[in-house]
T-cell receptor, first 111, second 112 residues
Framework: QKEVEQNSGPLSVPEGAIASLNCTYS??????FFWYRQYSGKSPELIMS??SNGDKEDGRFTAQLNKASQYVSLLIRDSQPSDSATYLCAVMAGNNRKLIWGLGTSLAVNP | DADVTQTPRNRITKTGKRIMLECSQT?????MYWYRQDPGLGLRLIYYSFDVKDINKGEISDGYSVSRQAQAKFSLSLESAIPNQTALYFC???????????FGSGTRLTVV
């Protein structure tokens, strides 16, 4: 059973701090990795995708991938209360047929 | 207009009734998916379709059926609704390959 694991949280950080969200996966054949943000009662929204080892930055968001360790992370710099949401990690299965989802990490940014 | 549109947004139905949830998209994506989300259980895949003639069961297909009427339309049916099908349902779409999904706004279904 291919799995994606995340700490459920809640992760609580003060406004302006760096939030670090982590995800591990079991399928060594996976090639693409995604972070989604989901506000309560709303649909998931794609915020980052990463395909190669290393860092990828987009505004206040940085995704980090280490395929050898089967680990992907999301850093949110200068966290804002509006970043309070559940963050879902998704990994494309090695056969490219569908995404495997983690259960999400709840983030609370305190003013 | 939204790229992925789900109807209805909210629905309350009675046990034993047949109900259809609809999804349409204007993104030109070839792949479409139906998920349900329950607190603590995450997103669970019900059915997925890679094109009009390629429909596959997901991890929780029992009690559900689907129809891919066109590349842009993918409907989910509950043949005889039961209370444990009360959930938030999402349609999602993607291109073939290593691409992320685009989600519709969701349908909140309550079976009483």
């Amino acid at each position: 059973q291919k799995e994606v694991e995340q700490n459920s949280g809640p992760l609580s950080v003060p406004e302006g701090a760096i939030a670090s969200l982590n995800c591990t996966y079991s399928d060594r054949g996976s090639q693409s990795f995604f972070w989604y943000r989901q506000y309560s009662g709303k649909s998931p929204e794609l915020i980052m995708s990463i395909y190669s080892n290393g860092d990828k930055e987009d505004g206040r968001f940085t995704a980090q991938l280490n395929k050898a360790s089967q680990y992907v992370s999301l850093l949110i710099r200068d966290s804002q209360p509006s970043d309070s949401a559940t963050y879902l990690c998704a990994v494309m299965a090695g056969n490219n047929r569908k995404l495997i989802w983690g259960l999400g990490t709840s983030l609370a940014v305190n003013p | 207009d939204a790229d992925v549109t789900q109807t209805p947004r909210n629905r309350i139905t009675k046990t034993g009734k047949r109900i259809m949830l609809e999804c349409s998209q204007t993104k030109g994506h070839d792949r479409m998916y139906w998920y349900r989300q329950d607190p603590g259980l995450g997103l669970r895949l019900i059915y997925y379709s890679f094109d009009v003639k390629d429909i596959n069961k997901g991890e929780i297909s029992d009690g559900y059926s689907v129809s891919r009427q066109a590349q842009a339309k993918f409907s989910l049916s509950l043949e005889s609704a039961i209370p444990n099908q009360t959930a938030l349902y999402f349609c999602a779409t993607s291109f073939t390959g290593n691409y992320g999904y685009t989600f519709g706004s969701g349908t909140r279904l309550t079976v009483v």
